[in-house]
Structure formats: C-alpha cells, structure tokens
C-alpha cells in the first residue's frame, strides 16, 4: 500500500508538468498576457514591459518560456499581478483558506444529508418516500447553483428586509465592512447562504449516488446470504449492505472535487466571496496571468490529490484491488 | 419412516407483478424426514426455488405466501420477524446457486462463517474463529487456518460453494436446502461438492433438500424424489421406485430425455414450461402431454398413492408401462 | 411451436411499458412537447416582437399586467415574448451541440471500448481529468482559446454567436458520453453474439456498427438527454457570467434573459428573475426526469419492483 502510494506520488510530478504546461499554453493562447498587460498599464516603459514578459517566461517559444516560467515558479519568484502590482502569494493563501472553509462546510453538510436521504429512498424502492426523496433530488439538480443563489438572496435578504425590517443572512463578503479580527458566529452567519447553495447540490447528487448503489447492494445475492444466517435486518443493512454500497460512493466522492469547486465559483461569485472562485473569475476576466497560472497549479495539483485518495480509499475499502 | 422435520401443506405463493399476479407455487405438499436426502426436481419456473424461500422467510415483500410449513413442530409461515431470525441459520439454513456472489465480497471468509456462528450461539470471537476453521477443514479446504483469512475474490468457484456450505452447516441445522448448488460449477466440481453434501449429511444426521433441474444429480445422491412442475408436486417416491417405473407423463419425459448408455437418441418434451401468469386449467401439463385428455382439463389432479408412488395424474392407471425404456 | 401468450411483452413493448409508468417523465414529456410547439410557431404565439418596445422610457419596467403577460425590462420589451424567442435559442443550442457530443462521445467510447490497451487508457486518462477539472474554468478557458485560433473561425464563427456556443458545448460534452458508450461496450463485448460476429470474422468496423453500437441506444438516448440539459444550463451559466451569446440584433437566449436576473434581484423587479429562472428550472427538470425514465425503461438489469 506504502510503496503504491508512493509510485502514484512520483507518477503525479510528470502529470503535474504535462497539465501546467497545458493550461500555460491555453491560458497563452486563451487571455495574450503582453495584451491584457499593456491594456492595464497602457503608460508602461518598454522596459517595463520586457521585464514582465522575462519573469512570467511569456518568451514567443512556447517550450521555453514555459520553463522559464517553472523555473520562478519553483524558486518562489512569483511575479506580481498586472493591477496594481499586489503580491499574489498572500492573495491565494486568502482564497484558498476561505474556500477550505465554505468549501468543506457544504461538503461536510450536503454528503452528510445527501447519504442519509439516499438510504432513506434505497430501504423502500417505490414507496412513497422514495418517490418524495427521488423527486426533490431531481429538482434541486435542475436548478443551476447561480439561481438558487439569486433566489435565496431574494428570499432571506431583499424581501426579508422589506417585511420583517431587517435581512435574515447577509449576502456577500465574509466579515461586514471594517471588521477586525475573528468572530466565529458573524463567520457562521455569512457562510450560511452560501453554503446552503452548495451543499443543496452535493445533497441532491449524492442522495442519487447512494440510492441506486445502495438498490444494486440490497439485490445482490451475498444480502440473501447474509438474512439466511438468521441475524437482524440492521446488521444486514449495515455490516453487509452500507459497507458494500459505500465503496463506489466514496469513489466517486473523491473524483467529484471538480464538480464542487465549479458549484463554489459560481456561488463565491454571487456573494461575493472573496475565495478561490472570486480570484479566479476577477483575474480570468483582467487576463492576469500572474494571478492565474499559481491559481492553475494549485487547481490541478488538488485534483490529482484527491485522483489519489479516491484510489487509494478504493483499494482500502474493497478487498478485490489489489495495488501492487 | 423415520421422523418428518419439514412439513409443507398446501403451499401457495403468488407475485404481484405489472403484468397481474403471478402463482408461483400451486398447492405443494411435501415431507422431509430426519436425516434423509430427499431431491427436488423441475424445470426452472417449476417454483422449486420459490418453495424453500418461502420456507426461509426469504422473499421479497411484494410475495404472498400461505399455507402451512412446520419445522420440528414449528409454523413458520405467519412467524413473527423474529421468530424467523432465530430460526434461519439455526434449524433450517440454505445453499445458493452461485457461490460467486453468494459471498460478501469484502468481509474475510472466516468472519463470514463466524458471524453466521455468533448470531446463534454464544461464542466469544476466538472460539468462534477456531470453530469456522474446523467447519472450513470438514468441507475439505485445504489450509484453513490461512485460508479464513483471505476474502472470497482469493477462492475459486467451487471452493467458494464448500465455503457457503459451511456457513450452511455451522450451527448444524436440522434441514439443509441446497438450491442447485453444482449448477454454476465444472463438472468435475460438481462432484465434488455433491460428496461434500452427502458427507455433511452422514456425519451430523442433516436433512438435505436438493433442488436441481439436473435428474442425473438426484440420481447419483438423493434417497427420495420429488418432481415439480408448474407450481406443483405431480410426483413423488424412492429414488428406485421412480426411476424403474415412473408413472407420471412428466415424470417419463425427463427421463426419456436423459442421456443413457446404450440409447441412440435423446426424446425431448415437445413445447414449452407454461406461462404462469396464465396456466393452463387441470393438469398444467396436458398442453404438453402425449396422453392428454379431455378430463385432464378439468380438475387439478392431486398425489394418489401408484403402487410405490404417489402420482398426481387421472390417467396414470390407463398409460402404457415403462414404454421410455422400449 | 405453442403460440405466444399475449402476456409476454417483447423487450421494446416492455421498456415502453416502463417509461410510460414514470408519470413525472410522461408530464415531462407532454411539458416539453408543448413548449417546443410553442417556440416553433414563434411569430404565432409570441405577443410582440423579440426586440419591439412596449413601454417607452422612462416608466419602462412595467409589472405583469394584462398588456404585458410576464412583464417588461429596462428597455420595455414584452418579457412573455422575449422568453419564447430566448427559448427557441436555447432549445437549438442543448439539440444541436448535444447531437455533436453524442456522436463524438459514442464514437470515442466505443473505439477506445472496443479496442482496450494503450488507447483506452489514454482516452480514459485524459477524460478523468478532464471531468475532474472545474467544469466553468475549463469552459471559460477552453471558450477563450477557441476563439483565439482564428483558422478556427470559419467552423465557430464570431465568439459571441450562438453557433460559437453550439460547438464550445459539443466540443466540451462527449467526453461524459464516452464513458457511459465504453462501459457498455465492455460489457457487450463479452457477450455470445459479439463473439458470434467475431467467430464468423465479421470486421472490427462491421462489430462495432451493427452490433455495439445498436445495443447501446439505450445508454445514448440516456447520454443525449442529459447533454441537453447540460448545454442549456451551461449556456446560461456562461451568460449569466458575461461570456454567454450576445443579443446582438435582439437576439436573445434564456441564459441571456437569466443574466438579466441578476440586476433584477438587488432593484426589486421580480419578475425579471423568477420568470427566465423558473423556466429554465422547468425546461432542465423535464429533460432530467426524460433521461432518468429513459435509462430505468432500457436498462432490464433494474427491476425495481415499482
């Protein structure tokens, strides 16, 4: 399992260069950094200019400006951003601890309802509440995150604040305007909304993922097995039944980062929260490069993080893989 | 006769299906005796399976059972849930068809066993460990001690079926039903995993129910026959009786169409097995029946006594002797 | 031969037999039919015209009023209108890029299916990540550099037309299609009539047409529902976001009228967001609930005792 481990790790640095240069290309190709920094500066000397194209390796060939690129990437001299020369290190470091938060709160919560809602549905196929549960997972999957989102900003803060007086949740930022310091309950209160919009969709998918695997465990023949040695229907549903009907969830679960991290872009944007998605979309938008290509790197090597714990927990929780 | 410790009166049992319901088994009276092995032959959809289950308690919900099934005294249709599960694996356990996926694939074999033992008996894990062992050495698995360690992907087909077995036998059950429990397996398996049976039943006096469609089977192991076909019993007897001189036009099909030494073609039943949701009225059979008759129509013939057998056939009297031999 | 009883149902009268008991499907079905009538007779059924004022500034919002069904927008066109145009728009954009991922999607899978080794697992390698990455940052990017190959443009057309989305869409879609269409074809593969085909020296080509391909329709028609629904999402995420088709020439899309929503919300014009927004709900739900009853009616493994 170790040495697996290990030889996955060592595979991940080649895919992780084949990837970075990929996204380099595109991003190369997809934004013309030299363009967006001109248009940002336009009063920029040429020798400006020239020294933003040398520490970003924007070189004409492609190969070596890449390894240029690598290259201060690597030895930690990151480029400044295009506006208003910030440090993007600390920036990153903010977004990446704020989407951690929002990120894992609404996995946290939606996998958590998401998996007892699939159970719930698998026990009584057919029944009424399977069809209550089926139907709602249906729904919330049909709305895209952004509506829910506009709605729910609609709902708890607009016309709230029209009847009631006062918002219910607050919709946008992390902390209200010149706070200071840490405060874990003004955090909770707006993390709520946005949260809510995330974990909504984790719920629905993943209340679909467990029914039907928990469906296709309940009809396999080692559960007739498991009822005719005569113990109870709890620990046929749980040692024999969920141990079974995880295994291809939790799988699942650990491809499924990207589909989250894409549900969190589109909701940090619309509250305005300033985390991954937030950087992404406002340097995507100017064509920072700088700010883009350390958001990339982090992006893909995440992916390939949890590529690697999905395999792994895969060959842990079931017996059959073997990974030598 | 020795003791009946199953007894099935008048079973019956009907799916609910899209189609309408679905009357599996008709009407199936049937005995085992202690310690005999008494074989169980029918097409598939005979509703040979769906009997046993019944008596497991292990159909699906939408299945409506009635009738009667005691075990050692005990009614089991109509038992309470808990009642069921003090019985199952305790005093009636059962073999699958598929060794496969009989097993759970990520549980160790010798936690499977030992589960099947603590349920029933209060063991401590160690005890209990030590007893699946000595189950995996009587159903001749080589090395047990290292194999209960491993997980059912390690074992091969047939090795997999001793292993259902001894989970079956663990808490040395007074019925065993084994449903077609060699029909998944090369031949040369098969074999053996019917001298396995018949060694389990001389060595801890089990009853054992072996359902197959395979007559060869039953031949080779069983003491007493039962043939089913479409939701009935339409024969039963000793084993010598039914194969000398069966009386029962199913009866003499399936054993026509069995390849013998010596014979130089095979004679099939013509036609198909019923459609269940809609059987034929009378004798299920008469559809197919070269000696069928407008009476054979009308009423559902029951088992009466046919010289050493008991035969559900109207016309079992007028038929020809033994002409399949011929 | 004994005649058939007419209880035993062949495997197409059986899989139909299964879609019609999904009754949330069957209303979908009749909701779609219905809508994608509507669109169609568009200069018919629309009040006014896609870019025709029905208020003049300044009092140019008007709420949902007997003149204006649904309202009216900034600019004082007819919202009941605008949403039956933007929907004819969005309706072509899920079809036609859905129809290019499904082909390329079922061809991929089943070459890469059929075939194993070395190019399946590059092919699935590759889709893996490709699925695993966010799927609006590969969109964008992907959008971007598609638009940036000028010997591109003849088959994308401009950047902001709604031809550019179609194939941004179909491009983006198939790799989900290819893995559905591969797992089929592995498991087809195996099967005795493949083998049959194979055993007689039936061409790789000839298998993979006549035979995989066939026995996949089910697991497309499944695919292609689902491509659908994610084009026209995706469509509208994008407007939503500002990188969406432009209403040039009046031209709208429901992603577009979405878009507008988000100003909507802070002002106080409701319908503006709810009207597009539930629309679209309605539109993707119908085609999710077509999907799942397609995939339950042709897919026997799952009995589920309904």
């Given at each position: 399992?170790?040495?697996?481990?290990?030889?996955?790790?060592?595979?991940?640095i080649?895919?992780?260069?084949?990837?970075?240069?990929?996204?380099?290309?595109?991003?190369?190709?997809?934004?013309d950094?030299?363009?967006?920094?001109?248009?940002?500066?336009?009063r920029?000397?040429?020798?400006?200019?020239?020294e933003?194209?040398?520490?970003?390796g924007?070189?004409?060939n492609?190969?070596?400006?890449?390894?240029?690129?690598l290259?201060?990437f690597?030895?930690?001299?990151?480029?400044?951003?295009i506006?208003?020369?910030?440090?993007?290190?600390?920036?990153?470091?903010?977004?990446?601890?704020?989407?951690?938060?929002?990120?894992?709160?609404?996995?946290?919560?939606?996998?958590?309802?998401?998996?007892?809602?699939?159970?719930?549905?698998?026990l009584?196929?057919?029944?009424?509440?399977?069809?209550?549960?089926?139907?709602?997972?249906?729904?919330?999957?049909?709305?895209?995150?952004?509506?829910?989102?506009?709605?729910f900003?609609l709902l708890f803060?607009v016309?709230?604040?029209?009847?009631?007086?006062?918002?219910?949740?607050?919709?946008?930022?992390?902390?209200?305007?010149?706070?200071?310091?840490?405060?874990?309950?003004l955090?909770?209160?707006?993390?709520?909304?946005?949260?809510?919009?995330?974990?909504?969709?984790?719920?629905?998918?993943?209340?679909?993922?467990?029914?039907?695997?928990?469906?296709?465990?309940?009809?396999?023949?080692?559960?007739?097995?498991?009822r005719?040695?005569?113990?109870?229907e709890?620990?046929?549903?749980?040692?024999?039944g969920?141990?079974?009907?995880?295994?291809?969830?939790?799988?699942?679960?650990a491809?499924?980062?990207?589909?989250?991290?894409?549900?969190?872009?589109?909701?940090?944007?619309?509250?305005?929260?300033?985390?991954?998605?937030l950087?992404?979309?406002?340097?995507?938008?100017?064509?920072?490069?700088?700010?883009?290509?350390?958001?990339?790197?982090?992006?893909?090597?995440?992916?390939?993080f949890?590529?690697?714990?999905?395999?792994?927990?895969?060959?842990?929780?079931d017996?059959r893989?073997?990974?030598? | 006769?020795?003791?009946?410790?199953?007894?099935?009166?008048?079973?019956?049992?009907?799916?609910?299906t899209?189609?309408?319901?679905?009357?599996?088994?008709?009407?199936?009276?049937?005995?085992?005796?202690?310690?005999e092995?008494?074989?169980?032959?029918?097409?598939s959809?005979?509703?040979?399976?769906?009997?046993?289950?019944a008596?497991?308690?292990?159909?699906?919900?939408?299945?409506?059972?009635?009738?009667?099934?005691s075990?050692?005294?005990?009614?089991?249709?109509?038992?309470?849930?808990?009642?069921?599960?003090?019985?199952?694996?305790?005093?009636?356990?059962?073999i699958?068809?598929?060794?496969?996926?009989?097993?759970?694939?990520?549980?160790?074999?010798?936690?499977?066993?030992?589960?099947?033992?603590?349920?029933?008996?209060?063991?401590?894990g160690?005890?209990?460990?030590?007893?699946?062992?000595?189950?995996?050495?009587i159903v001749?698995i080589?090395?047990?001690?290292?194999?209960?360690?491993?997980?059912?992907?390690?074992?091969s087909?047939?090795?997999?079926?001793?292993?259902?077995i001894?989970?079956?036998?663990?808490?040395?059950?007074?019925?065993?039903?084994?449903?077609?429990p060699?029909?998944?397996?090369?031949?040369?398996?098969?074999?053996?995993?019917?001298?396995?049976?018949?060694?389990?039943?001389?060595?801890?006096?089990?009853?054992?129910?072996?359902?197959?469609?395979?007559l060869?089977?039953?031949?080779?192991?069983?003491?007493?026959v039962?043939?089913m076909?479409a939701?009935?019993?339409?024969e039963?007897?000793?084993?010598?009786?039914?194969?000398?001189?069966?009386?029962?036009?199913?009866?003499?099909?399936?054993?026509?169409?069995?390849?013998?030494?010596?014979?130089?073609?095979?004679?099939?039943?013509?036609g198909?097995?019923?459609?269940?949701?809609?059987?034929?009225?009378?004798?299920?059979?008469?559809?197919r029946?070269?000696?069928?008759?407008?009476?054979?129509?009308?009423?559902?013939?029951?088992?009466?006594?046919?010289?050493?057998?008991q035969?559900?056939?109207?016309r079992?009297?007028?038929?020809?002797?033994?002409?399949?031999?011929? | 031969?004994?005649?058939?009883?007419?209880?035993?149902?062949s495997?197409?009268?059986?899989a139909?037999?299964?879609?019609?008991?999904?009754?949330?499907?069957?209303a979908?079905?009749?909701?779609?039919?219905?809508l994608?009538?509507?669109?169609?007779?568009?200069?018919?059924?629309?009040?006014?015209?896609?870019?025709e004022?029905?208020?003049?500034?300044p009092?140019?919002?008007?709420t949902?009023?007997?003149?204006?069904?649904?309202?009216?927008?900034?600019?004082?066109?007819?919202l009941?209108?605008?949403?039956?145009?933007?929907?004819?728009?969005?309706?072509?954009i899920?079809?036609a890029s859905?129809?290019?991922?499904?082909?390329?999607?079922?061809?991929v899978?089943?070459?890469?299916?059929?075939?194993?080794?070395?190019?399946?697992?590059?092919?699935?390698?590759?889709?893996?990540?490709?699925?695993?990455?966010?799927?609006?940052?590969?969109?964008?990017?992907?959008?971007?550099?598609?638009?940036?190959?000028?010997?591109?443009?003849?088959?994308?057309?401009?950047?902001?037309?709604?031809?550019?989305?179609?194939?941004?869409?179909?491009?983006?879609?198939?790799?989900?299609?290819?893995?559905?269409?591969?797992g089929?074809?592995?498991?087809?593969?195996?099967?005795e009539?493949?083998?049959?085909?194979?055993?007689?020296?039936?061409?790789?080509r000839?298998?993979?047409?006549?035979?995989?391909?066939?026995?996949?329709?089910?697991?497309?028609?499944v695919?292609?529902?689902?491509?659908?629904?994610?084009?026209i999402?995706?469509?509208s995420?994008?407007?939503?976001?500002g990188?969406?088709?432009?209403?040039?020439?009046?031209?709208?899309?429901?992603?577009?009228?979405?878009?507008?929503?988000?100003?909507?919300?802070?002002?106080?014009?409701?319908w503006?967001?709810?009207?597009?927004?539930?629309?679209l709900?309605?539109?993707?739900?119908?085609?999710?609930?077509?999907?799942?009853?397609?995939?339950d009616?042709?897919?026997?493994?799952?009995?589920r005792?309904?």
């Amino acid at each position: 399992m170790f040495r697996y481990i290990l030889r996955r790790v060592a595979w991940s640095i080649p895919t992780l260069l084949i990837v970075t240069f990929l996204v380099y290309l595109a991003l190369r190709i997809g934004t013309d950094p030299v363009a967006s920094y001109k248009r940002v500066n336009p009063r920029a000397s040429r020798a400006k200019i020239a020294e933003y194209i040398d520490v970003n390796g924007l070189d004409p060939n492609f190969v070596q400006g890449y390894f240029k690129w690598l290259k201060n990437f690597v030895t930690g001299e990151w480029p400044r951003s295009i506006k208003g020369r910030r440090e993007v290190w600390p920036a990153l470091k903010d977004a990446m601890a704020n989407t951690l938060r929002l990120g894992s709160a609404a996995t946290i919560v939606g996998i958590f309802f998401g998996l007892i809602a699939g159970v719930l549905a698998a026990l009584r196929p057919g029944g009424k509440r399977d069809v209550f549960i089926n139907t709602s997972a249906f729904v919330g999957i049909s709305i895209p995150p952004f509506i829910s989102a506009i709605m729910f900003q609609l709902l708890f803060a607009v016309y709230w604040q029209r009847w009631f007086g006062e918002s219910l949740f607050p919709t946008s930022g992390v902390y209200p305007a010149g706070h200071t310091g840490f405060d874990l309950f003004l955090m909770l209160k707006f993390m709520a909304l946005p949260t809510l919009v995330v974990a909504i969709q984790i719920v629905a998918t993943y209340s679909r993922y467990m029914r039907s695997s928990l469906l296709d465990v309940l009809n396999s023949d080692y559960m007739r097995t498991a009822r005719s040695k005569g113990i109870s229907e709890r620990r046929v549903l749980i040692k024999h039944g969920m141990r079974n009907a995880l295994i291809p969830v939790v799988t699942i679960a650990a491809l499924d980062v990207g589909s989250i991290v894409g549900g969190l872009i589109i909701t940090e944007n619309i509250f305005s929260y300033p985390g991954m998605g937030l950087y992404f979309l406002k340097s995507f938008g100017e064509g920072d490069f700088p700010l883009l290509m350390p958001w990339m790197v982090v992006i893909v090597a995440s992916v390939l993080f949890f590529n690697l714990i999905a395999d792994v927990s895969y060959a842990w929780l079931d017996p059959r893989i073997r990974l030598e | 006769m020795s003791e009946k410790v199953l007894e099935i009166r008048d079973l019956h049992v009907t799916f609910d299906t899209p189609s309408g319901p679905l009357e599996a088994v008709r009407g199936v009276d049937l005995d085992v005796s202690a310690g005999e092995l008494l074989g169980v032959v029918g097409e598939s959809g005979s509703g040979k399976s769906v009997s046993f289950l019944a008596a497991m308690g292990l159909l699906p919900a939408r299945a409506r059972v009635t009738g009667s099934v005691s075990l050692a005294g005990e009614q089991l249709i109509g038992a309470s849930a808990k009642q069921m599960r003090s019985i199952r694996g305790r005093l009636l356990s059962m073999i699958f068809q598929d060794p496969l996926s009989a097993l759970n694939p990520v549980h160790r074999i010798g936690d499977q066993i030992s589960e099947m033992l603590r349920s029933h008996q209060d063991l401590s894990g160690r005890e209990a460990e030590k007893r699946a062992i000595e189950l995996l050495d009587i159903v001749g698995i080589p090395q047990p001690g290292d194999r209960a360690r491993q997980y059912p992907h390690e074992f091969s087909g047939g090795m997999r079926q001793r292993v259902v077995i001894a989970i079956a036998i663990a808490n040395n059950p007074k019925v065993l039903i084994a449903d077609e429990p060699t029909t998944a397996l090369d031949v040369t398996v098969q074999a053996q995993i019917l001298e396995v049976i018949e060694r389990v039943q001389e060595r801890f006096g089990t009853a054992v129910v072996l359902i197959t469609h395979d007559l060869g089977v039953i031949a080779r192991v069983a003491d007493r026959v039962n043939v089913m076909y479409a939701g009935r019993n339409v024969e039963q007897g000793t084993i010598e009786s039914l194969f000398d001189h069966p009386s029962h036009p199913y009866t003499r099909g399936l054993l026509a169409s069995l390849p013998r030494p010596g014979k130089q073609r095979l004679k099939p039943i013509t036609g198909f097995p019923p459609n269940m949701l809609n059987p034929p009225s009378g004798c299920a059979f008469h559809t197919r029946c070269e000696f069928a008759a407008d009476i054979c129509k009308g009423e559902m013939p029951a088992l009466v006594g046919f010289g050493d057998l008991q035969t559900a056939c109207v016309r079992a009297r007028d038929l020809p002797k033994n002409e399949i031999f011929l | 031969m004994s005649k058939q009883s007419p209880n035993v149902l062949s495997p197409r009268q059986m899989a139909f037999r299964r879609f019609v008991s999904h009754k949330a499907a069957v209303a979908s079905c009749v909701i779609i039919g219905v809508l994608t009538l509507f669109v169609i007779l568009a200069p018919l059924t629309a009040r006014y015209g896609v870019n025709e004022s029905v208020q003049a500034p300044p009092n140019s919002f008007l709420t949902p009023r007997a003149k204006s069904w649904l309202g009216t927008d900034d600019i004082g066109r007819d919202l009941y209108s605008r949403l039956i145009y933007g929907v004819r728009v969005s309706l072509l954009i899920g079809l036609a890029s859905a129809i290019i991922s499904v082909t390329l999607g079922a061809l991929v899978g089943a070459i890469a299916g059929f075939r194993g080794g070395k190019f399946d697992d590059i092919m699935m390698r590759v889709t893996d990540l490709f699925l695993a990455f966010p799927f609006l940052v590969t969109l964008l990017v992907v959008r971007n550099v598609l638009g940036a190959l000028p010997w591109l443009r003849p088959i994308t057309g401009d950047m902001s037309s709604v031809r550019f989305i179609i194939v941004l869409f179909g491009l983006f879609g198939w790799m989900g299609v290819a893995r559905i269409v591969r797992g089929q074809v592995l498991s087809l593969k195996e099967r005795e009539f493949v083998e049959a085909a194979r055993a007689v020296g039936a061409s790789r080509r000839y298998i993979i047409t006549r035979h995989l391909l066939p026995n996949s329709v089910g697991p497309i028609m499944v695919a292609l529902t689902f491509s659908v629904v994610g084009a026209i999402i995706g469509e509208s995420t994008l407007a939503f976001f500002g990188y969406g088709p432009q209403a040039g020439d009046g031209a709208t899309s429901l992603g577009i009228l979405v878009g507008a929503a988000k100003g909507a919300v802070q002002t106080g014009y409701w319908w503006l967001a709810v009207f597009p927004c539930l629309v679209l709900i309605i539109i993707a739900l119908s085609i999710n609930f077509i999907g799942d009853a397609l995939r339950d009616a042709t897919d026997p493994r799952l009995d589920r005792g309904v």
